[in-house]
């Protein structure tokens, strides 16, 4: 579905493509709030000129919903925006940028030149727990949450709360098994729990469809599951070949879920 699409009072949505990415903007009276900023500054300038179509406002903030590369590697193009993460989306993109950088490169060896180009810009403006960031000086405000770790350490979701809209970034994503790599799958249950709480209307994942609040419980379960069958495999008392067969999740993609949940389990991953 090519275009912007309206989701709440001057809230847009773009889907693209590429990754089955969602965008978000948010409008006040006088500037702009984007919600992440795509893979390259190619794709970046992309989102910019596409804003053009719904609004000749500057962009004032940009929230990373966290550290990974399609998330944040645009953030150059936007400046002198405020940029906004969690304390620990800032330590990812330093400490793993450049190595997101040459995976996303030998992934797509297409891309590989306007990766190089990407100057790693991490959030200036973090926070650990919550923050109310206004758009306009004294104007339209959105509220950015940390609920706990769960697709990364440092996600975070964006309330617009004068609009029931909810950015849930990769915490959620429509349409695919959700990207588990750098996970923490025994904590994300809880997480998206909290998400749910907050969730009363509509709810954007970083990557696929639309939801809604049912949409939220129903991937709440899904991590649950998937949670509940690590700790069977652990405890001895299913084998992981029949665990990866009782996951929510294709056959061929539900072994790193479960190996990352047992990973966790272990205390690898602390
Ligand atoms: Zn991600």
């Given at each position: 579905?090519?275009?912007?699409?309206?989701?709440?009072?001057?809230?847009?949505?773009?889907?693209?493509d590429?990754?089955?990415?969602?965008?978000?903007?948010?409008?006040?009276?006088?500037?702009?709030?984007?919600?992440?900023?795509?893979?390259?500054?190619?794709?970046?300038?992309?989102?910019?000129?596409?804003?053009?179509?719904?609004?000749?406002?500057?962009?004032?903030?940009?929230?990373?919903?966290?550290?990974?590369?399609?998330?944040?590697?645009g953030?150059?193009?936007?400046?002198?925006?405020?940029?906004?993460?969690?304390?620990?989306?800032v330590?990812?993109?330093?400490?793993?940028?450049?190595?997101?950088?040459?995976?996303?490169?030998?992934?797509?060896?297409h891309?590989?030149?306007?990766?190089?180009?990407?100057?790693?810009?991490?959030?200036?403006?973090?926070?650990?727990e919550?923050?109310?960031?206004?758009?306009?000086?004294g104007?339209?405000?959105?509220?950015?949450?940390?609920?706990?770790?769960?697709?990364t350490?440092?996600?975070?979701?964006?309330?617009?709360?004068?609009?029931d809209?909810?950015?849930?970034?990769?915490?959620?994503?429509?349409?695919?098994?959700?990207?588990?790599?750098?996970?923490?799958?025994?904590?994300?249950?809880?997480?998206?729990?909290?998400?749910?709480?907050?969730?009363?209307?509509?709810?954007?994942?970083?990557?696929?469809?639309?939801?809604?609040?049912?949409?939220?419980?129903?991937?709440?379960?899904?991590?649950?599951?998937?949670?509940?069958?690590?700790r069977?495999?652990?405890?001895?008392?299913?084998?992981?070949?029949?665990?990866?067969?009782?996951t929510p999740?294709?056959?061929?993609t539900?072994?790193?879920?479960?190996?990352?949940?047992?990973?966790?389990?272990?205390?690898?991953?602390?």
């Amino acid at each position: 579905m090519p275009g912007w699409t309206e989701v709440g009072d001057r809230i847009y949505v773009r889907r693209y493509d590429f990754y089955d990415q969602n965008i978000g903007v948010v409008l006040g009276d006088a500037g702009v709030l984007l919600v992440d900023t795509r893979l390259s500054h190619r794709q970046a300038s992309e989102t910019l000129a596409d804003l053009r179509e719904i609004t000749p406002l500057p962009v004032r903030l940009v929230i990373n919903t966290h550290g990974h590369s399609d998330h944040c590697f645009g953030n150059h193009v936007f400046r002198p925006a405020e940029i906004w993460g969690h304390e620990r989306c800032v330590t990812m993109i330093q400490s793993t940028g450049e190595r997101q950088r040459a995976t996303a490169a030998a992934a797509l060896p297409h891309l590989a030149a306007e990766l190089a180009e990407v100057v790693l810009d991490p959030p200036d403006r973090t926070f650990e727990e919550s923050v109310t960031v206004e758009i306009d000086p004294g104007g339209r405000s959105v509220e950015l949450r940390y609920l706990g770790r769960g697709h990364t350490d440092n996600d975070i979701v964006v309330l617009v709360a004068d609009s029931d809209v909810l950015f849930a970034g990769d915490l959620l994503e429509n349409d695919a098994t959700p990207f588990f790599g750098d996970g923490y799958p025994i904590d994300w249950p809880g997480t998206v729990e909290r998400l749910v709480e907050l969730a009363t209307g509509t709810v954007v994942p970083g990557h696929g469809s639309i939801g809604d609040r049912g949409f939220a419980v129903r991937q709440m379960t899904e991590f649950r599951t998937v949670a509940e069958l690590a700790r069977l495999v652990q405890d001895g008392r299913l084998d992981l070949d029949a665990a990866v067969l009782r996951t929510p999740y294709p056959a061929d993609t539900a072994l790193e879920p479960l190996t990352r949940a047992l990973a966790q389990l272990r205390g690898e991953l602390d």
